[in-house]
């Protein structure tokens, strides 16, 4: 039986208040044609067959008996109102929403240069989940459907998986609250405080979390402006960590008030590097012979190109572990992160491979030499994704006004600190003093694989007092940034959005990949600006004091002097 409840007005916070999409009803054609757009669009291009086949008939027939063709009947007139009416149906706004979403939906190269403009798509058929609901906040909601207590029974019985709720529905939203309330009823967890709604679940779908049963809020602070190359940018962060944006905006006011950063990217390359076995190491030693020849570069270029017309194969570099051979492959990918589009490249050249090395066995797509996700030299001297190197000159007088120190101290610290206590600990890329806290907080903001945040933050962090001893030059080099502005977490609204705000969301239209290695380089210069600050903080002595100040609620604060 339905018990029809509702949410409390007070458990409803206000951003979610604000955000609940009202529920969707189907796309209409317009308010003066209140059908749905699918049905108009069947309706109309019918006619246009229907008009078009009977007056071919027709005018045949005429030419047949040589009637003049002028001479034309009421079903004449009819057919050619229709035509008409149907053309102009068909090549208006509508028309071509309709055949763009044909467009879209066979040709997914442009997918994104299409959603670009487009709004992100919304969850098909969002209906409040009214068994998620509790007693006082009914009267809005529509009428529960009937079939949700039969189907999170179903989930808690396990008859129908929980992962095909999407498309058995056909509404992510509703999908998403039978999910959730299958599973409050089976941990006896109320998930009070993971909001439900407020979100477009359709937006995520198939391609960015499967079984959502909510989201999890994080707040996003601004650092800036981060002047970098003559232009500010606001940079967004997403961080639970008090004191980190603050202590990023003292870095940026520092650069900003000496000048500004300057960011060069060295490299941009994504990398991929299947696994292969041969009948021997001297077998697998050929075929690392074939592929690092400069004159199978072009042909192989081919096969791997094929993938998309971004990706551009740049480098081939093997390495033998006994008869294993491992082929990293890097090539340009645009404005993507790119290991989709690498390992669709990856498999064209295996896939050719095959015919010319009969003896050999594709073991994986990745052998773990690309390097993803994982701590590995060759990302830190190889590099993968954008390679960026970001300086600038603090002046004396903003070193000790702003950072509150002085040159000779941080340049001793950093050596000591970042250099020698790295290489003491035996760092893989680790020569700095916190670059992962501002790679972190940025990848969440713009949508980037947080995952990736391992080897993105691999960095050296150099000081050194020029200008007589009296300025500092402060450097960062990050050699394996890895970001994009298509594909992935990036076209979700509140990603999206902290794109656009450092103006690179999306496709670059004029220079595929001038985007995501523009991101890059905010990625750096933020380093940049973290790096300073907390060196600064550190030298000054001043790390647990404000970490006390800011790191700490009152309440907290109360519970310790307790
Ligand atoms: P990722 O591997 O980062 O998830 P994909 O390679 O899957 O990204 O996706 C990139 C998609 O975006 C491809 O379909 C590609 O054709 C499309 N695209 C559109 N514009 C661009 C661009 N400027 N740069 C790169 N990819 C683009």
Redesign the pocket.
């Known amino acids: 039986m339905y018990l029809r409840r509702r949410l409390p007005l007070s458990s409803v916070s206000a951003s979610a208040k604000t955000h609940i999409p009202a529920p969707a009803a189907p796309v209409q054609a317009s308010d003066a044609l209140p059908l749905p757009i699918r049905y108009t669009n069947l309706l109309f291009t019918a006619l246009f067959a229907a008009s078009l086949v009977f007056l071919m008939r027709r005018w045949r027939e005429e030419l047949r008996l040589s009637s003049p063709l002028h001479g034309v009947g009421l079903a004449e007139i009819v057919a050619i109102v229709g035509l008409v009416a149907s053309l102009i149906y068909l090549f208006s706004f509508f028309g071509i929403a309709f055949v763009q979403s044909i467009v879209s939906s066979n040709d997914?190269?442009?997918?994104?240069?299409l959603s670009n403009s487009a709004e992100a798509p919304s969850s098909p058929v969002p209906v409040p989940c009214t068994l998620l609901c509790s007693a006082s906040s009914l009267e809005e909601m529509p009428d529960p459907n009937p079939d949700d207590e039969e189907l999170i029974s179903s989930v808690i019985t396990g008859k129908t998986p929980s992962y095909v709720l999407e498309t058995k529905l056909g509404d992510c939203r509703r999908a998403a609250g039978i999910r959730r309330e299958a599973l409050r009823r089976t941990t006896g967890k109320d998930l009070e405080g993971l909001p439900l709604d407020g979100f477009d679940y359709g937006s995520i779908f198939g391609q960015c979390c499967e079984l959502p049963v909510g989201y999890v809020q994080l707040p996003v602070g601004i650092a800036g402006p981060l002047v970098l190359d003559g232009t500010r940018y606001y940079v967004p962060m997403a961080t639970t960590e008090g004191c980190l944006v603050a202590s990023t905006n003292r870095g940026c006011k520092a650069i900003a008030e000496s000048g500004g950063a300057t960011g060069i990217v060295l490299r941009d390359g994504m990398t991929r590097a299947p696994i292969v076995r041969l009948p021997s190491a001297s077998r697998a030693a050929e075929l690392k012979a074939f592929l690092e020849a400069p004159n199978n570069f072009e042909t192989i270029s081919l096969v791997f190109n094929k993938s998309?017309?971004?990706a551009k194969l740049q480098d081939i570099k093997c390495a033998l572990a006994g008869r294993n051979l491992y082929m990293r492959f890097s090539c340009s990918?645009?404005?993507?992160?790119?290991?989709?589009?690498v390992s669709k490249g990856m498999q064209n050249v295996l896939d050719y491979l095959l015919g010319d090395f009969p003896g050999m066995e594709v073991i994986a797509i990745s052998g773990n030499y690309c390097s993803d996700k994982k701590p590995a030299a060759v990302n830190w001297i190889e590099g993968r994704g954008k390679s960026v190197v970001c300086e600038a000159i603090i002046k004396e007088e903003v070193v000790k006004k702003v950072l509150k120190t002085n040159v000779p101290a941080l340049v001793e610290l950093n050596m000591i600190k970042n250099l020698a206590g790295s290489a003491v600990a035996g760092a893989l890329g680790g020569f700095n003093a916190h670059a992962s806290n501002i790679v972190s907080a940025v990848f969440i903001a713009t949508g980037q694989d947080p995952a990736q945040n391992i080897e993105s933050s691999h960095c050296i962090t150099m000081m050194e007092a020029v200008n007589d001893g009296k300025d500092l030059h402060v450097s960062v080099t990050m050699p394996s940034i890895e970001v994009?502005t298509?594909?992935?977490g990036t076209q979700l609204a509140s990603q999206a959005a902290c794109l656009d705000l450092l103006c690179v969301k999306g496709?670059?239209l004029e220079t595929?990949?001038a985007n995501a290695r523009l991101l890059a380089t905010i990625v750096a210069g933020a380093v940049l600006a973290g790096e300073l600050s907390l060196l600064s903080a550190l030298a000054a002595g001043q790390l647990v004091r404000s970490h006390m100040k800011y790191n700490r609620s009152s309440k907290e604060l109360m519970k310790v002097a307790l």
């Open positions: 997914e190269e442009d997918d994104f240069l998309s017309r971004f990918t645009g404005d993507a992160m790119g290991m989709n589009m994009g298509v594909g992935g496709a670059s595929p990949g």
